[in-house]
Antibody
Framework: EVQLVESGGGIVEPGGSLRLACVAS????????MDWVRQAPGKGLEWIGRIRSKAAGGTADYGAPVKGRFTISRDDSRDTVYLHLSSLNTEDTAVYYC????????WGQGTLVSVSS | QAVVTQEPSLTVSPGGTVTLTCGSSTGAVTSGHIPYWFQQKPGQVPKTLIY???NKFSWTPARFSGSLLGGKAALTLSGAQPEDEADYHC?????????FGGGTRLTVL
């Protein structure tokens, strides 16, 4: 059974940083490109970015709203993908999901990040 | 950044057929935009329904189908059920950069 479990969310002050993690199981993580998607309260989905498998170069692409502030990394030894958030502002308040994409299409349950003073 | 457009809301009668669309500010949507469709019910995690324009997952009900229609990506629901009432999201890929539309709220009434 495929599982994606996010963690690391919480309350952070504007300008602060946070690291989210998504632990995967039930599939070949090292061969899978992983995405992060977020959803602000009452709003639609927004793509944050994607990290390729090491075999495909291991590089990441990012959506315009977060480019330069957020970084995606992976640790295949831990079947984990990370999302490093920095220079946070109130507009970054959202539920953050990891997603497998491709022909897999699995979602984690999400982790809530609240940016507030 | 490109803008992806969806109908803000649609209504379908039980048993009826409805088509949701996903358009691009850059022009006609093609299979190269690798359209995906998602269903999200209130308080729930999104569910991926369609990938790469037309392909279904094992959990995708047969009444849902994906296509390209009139220069847009389309999700057609044939034989709507009350449980299909939900928000539907699409995204398009622009050289590997994914952009979501604003979502369509579908009411079955």
């Amino acid at each position: 059974e495929v599982q994606l479990v996010e963690s690391g969310g919480g309350i952070v002050e504007p300008g602060g940083s946070l690291r989210l993690a998504c632990v995967a199981s039930g599939f070949s993580f090292s061969n899978t490109w992983m995405d992060w998607v977020r959803q602000a309260p009452g709003k639609g989905l927004e793509w944050i970015g994607r990290i390729r498998s090491k075999a495909a170069g291991g590089t990441a692409d990012y959506g315009a709203p977060v480019k330069g502030r957020f970084t995606i990394s992976r640790d295949d030894s831990r079947d984990t993908v990370y999302l490093h958030l920095s220079s946070l502002n109130t507009e970054d308040t959202a539920v953050y999901y990891c997603w497998t994409g491709g022909s897999m299409g699995y979602w984690g349950q999400g982790t809530l990040v609240s940016v507030s003073s | 950044q490109a803008v992806v457009t969806q109908e803000p809301s649609l209504t379908v009668s039980p048993g009826g057929t409805v088509t949701l669309t996903c358009g691009s500010s850059t022009g006609a949507v093609t299979s190269g935009h690798i359209p995906y469709w998602f269903q999200q019910k209130p308080g729930q995690v999104p569910k991926t329904l369609i990938y790469e324009t037309i392909n279904k997952f094992s959990w995708t009900p047969a009444r849902f189908s994906g296509s390209l229609l009139g220069g847009k990506a389309a999700l057609t629901l044939s034989g709507a059920q009350p449980e299909d009432e939900a928000d539907y999201h699409c995204f398009l890929s622009y050289s590997g950069i994914l952009v979501f539309g604003g979502g369509t709220r579908l009411t079955v009434l």
